[in-house]
């Protein structure tokens, strides 16, 4: 929540600095991080904070490593409410991918990366996000 918290009020140099530790420490009985959604989430912040401070290719990185994550095999698994972590994480891939675009100065891909994110986000059994909030942070 906290990551949250701190890209909704803008705070990149926070996100950039925050301390990740305690996700990627923890391993589960196999020898596995634990904490798999929230190290997604913590590069998907990243990726949107140095987006939105022009650093696109440092950005590009993190939703590299953003997308390695969600491509674990247990995040198949995961769940919040009637949503699978991998829908949710899927409207945040597309939520990125169209902050990097419009940093990049990619227009029309960048919007079509976040109408995207709203059709993801509507076919989810529960909503992830405003459906108003995809285009207008970019506004």
Known sequence: MQLHVLVRFGRWRDLITFDDKI??????ASGNVEHIVAIATVHYARGLAYAAMGEVAVAQEQHRLFREAVAREKMDKRQLFNNFCRQILAV???????????????????????RLAVALNDGAPDRVMDREMAPQGLV
Not at 23 to 28: E, G, I, K, S
Not at 92 to 105: H, K, N, P, S, V
Request: hydrophobic residues 50%.
């Open 92 to 114: 945040a891939d597309a939520m990125l991918a169209g902050e990097i675009l419009y940093r990049a100065q990619a227009y029309a891909e960048a919007f079509a990366e976040l």
């Open 23 to 28: 996700y990627t420490t923890r391993l589960d």
